[in-house]
């Protein structure tokens, strides 16, 4: 993850380490509600599917070799306090949310308006954007898709629920311990990757259209931990397939049950896509929820039926060490900063 340096020792030190999670390295048909879905046998993608495929794989890999990551305390020290002209904030608040209250001096932008043509417009190709939100799971799904379009796009962890609770719409709750397991479960490798298609003419109008059509399908791209332990439960969990995308000694030391490892580095690969089914829901599991909120995007980009486990591992159980070695500091972001909001501001 990519975190700016700061004044702030303390922060600084957080950084490095919040540097060190981000191991180097996410049609519609195929998917419900997507278009018509292929048979789950089908092993062999057509000719314009596959190039598809390749474009948006293409166009991901860079940002999961090193998820890009600005801390509160950073954005409140250099952009809010410290006036540094080179980066650009946006919020994807509803405009109601937006109007109540949001990081000083962010311009609005809806998060089901991100891929319209005036949103883009809005976005400078020098300056570096920073991405808030309410939980910051919405900011790191804009994120990949920005950075698809060759934008330089960050996100402000945990979002507004970190930064000021009172304004957040959808701030972290406590987590309710779930049970958690150091059991390895494998996946069956030799499943083919869904049939995408595409009307676009180039890359990033590809790009566009597919996460246009994601966004708009009426189906959310989140999973309540609540929800996921309901779903474990029913028939031995065959109505989901969980994967977590943590390092492989954090998944060992303690992962949501049930769920296989495909590493984050490796998650973008042709390898691994090939472990998932085309016919079962798929809830990515990290550690506080915002590399899967990438990763379920990049994954319904290609025809997948997947979800984000909002807050992740961190929701699900917050005493696990599978939270690894950034356990303490993914815990004090559940705090709240009760850094100051302002209200609603002209484009």
């Given at each position: 993850m990519r975190v700016r340096r700061t004044n702030c020792k303390s922060v600084t030190s957080m950084a490095i380490l919040l540097l060190s999670l981000a191991v180097p390295a996410w049609s519609l048909a195929g998917g419900p509600g997507y278009g018509t879905a292929q048979h789950p046998d089908q092993s062999v993608q057509s000719t314009a599917s596959a190039q598809l495929s390749e474009e948006i794989l293409k166009r991901s890999t860079a940002f999961f070799a090193a998820p890009p990551f600005m801390t509160a305390e950073n954005v409140y020290d250099e952009i809010v306090k410290g006036g540094e002209p080179g980066y650009f904030v946006?919020?994807?608040?509803s405009r109601a949310d937006?109007?109540?209250?949001?990081?000083?001096?962010?311009?609005?932008?809806?998060?089901?308006?991100?891929?319209q043509a005036k949103s883009l417009e809005i976005l400078p190709r020098d300056k570096k954007i920073v991405l808030t939100c309410d939980d910051g799971h919405r900011s790191m799904v804009a994120s990949l898709f920005f950075n698809q379009l060759g934008y330089t796009a960050t996100t402000m962890p945990l979002g507004l629920s970190h930064w000021n609770r009172a304004s957040s719409a959808a701030p972290y709750t406590a987590s309710p311990k779930y049970p958690v397991t150091a059991e390895k479960k494998e996946a069956v490798a030799g499943q083919g990757l869904p049939e995408v298609a595409?009307?676009?003419?180039?890359?990033?109008?590809?790009?566009?259209?597919?996460?246009?059509?994601?966004?708009?399908?009426?189906?959310?791209?989140?999973?309540?931990?609540?929800?996921?332990?309901r779903e474990a439960g029913k028939d031995g969990g065959k109505g989901v397939f969980v994967v977590s995308i943590q390092r492989p000694e954090d998944y060992a030391a303690g992962h949501v049950p049930g769920a296989v490892n495909i590493p984050f580095n490796q998650i973008a690969s042709k390898e691994s896509l090939a472990k998932l089914p085309k016919d079962r829901k798929i809830v990515v599991v990290c550690y506080i929820g915002h590399m899967a909120a990438s990763a379920t995007l990049m994954l319904n980009q290609l025809g997948y039926e997947a979800y984000d486990l909002r807050f992740g591992t961190l929701g699900w159980n917050d005493d696990t060490d599978g939270l690894g070695k950034m356990k303490g500091f993914m815990l004090s972001m559940t705090g709240d900063k009760n850094y100051p909001v302002e209200g609603m501001k002209e484009k």
């Open positions: 946006v919020s994807l608040q937006f109007a109540k209250g949001h990081v000083p001096g962010a311009v609005n932008i809806p998060f089901d308006e991100i891929t595409g009307t676009a003419a180039g890359g990033k109008e590809l790009i566009t259209e597919r996460t246009r059509a994601v966004l708009t399908s009426g189906r959310n791209l989140f999973m309540d931990r609540s929800e996921l332990y």
